[in-house]
């Protein structure tokens, strides 16, 4: 099944939401598009991946850091679960002000 949506719109529509470029959103809207995409990635993973990269801690180190067990950062990661509203709210938080990761830390 195809979508009719114009693929770069819809990039700079995401794009200006998450305040950044993301290097495979359009190629990601290629595929659900022509009806290739075998997974769906959540806005949650996105912003779990984006916050985690910046404080450039490992799945562990930010598991321990956020106070969640690790299977559970990774289910959230892997989209098995949403994270709780709480949660995704401190994930904004940390993708804007990764510096704000040591402080959870002390």
Do not use: Y
């Not at 180190?61 to 950062?73: C, G, Q, S």
């Not at 289910?75 to 679960?81: A, L, P």
């Amino acid at each position: 099944m195809k979508r009719n949506f114009d693929i770069e719109k819809v990039a700079r529509a995401i794009e200006a939401d998450m305040g950044e470029a993301l290097p495979d959103i359009r190629t990601a809207l290629a595929e659900v598009k022509t009806g290739a995409s075998g997974r769906v990635t959540t806005p949650e993973q996105i912003l779990l991946r984006q916050a985690r990269s910046k404080t450039g801690l490992t799945q562990a180190e930010f598991a321990k850091r956020i106070a969640t067990p690790i299977a559970t950062l990774r289910d959230w990661e892997q989209g098995r679960f949403a994270p709780p509203g709480a949660v995704t709210c401190l994930l904004k938080l940390l993708s804007l002000h990764p510096e704000l990761s040591s402080e959870l830390a002390a």
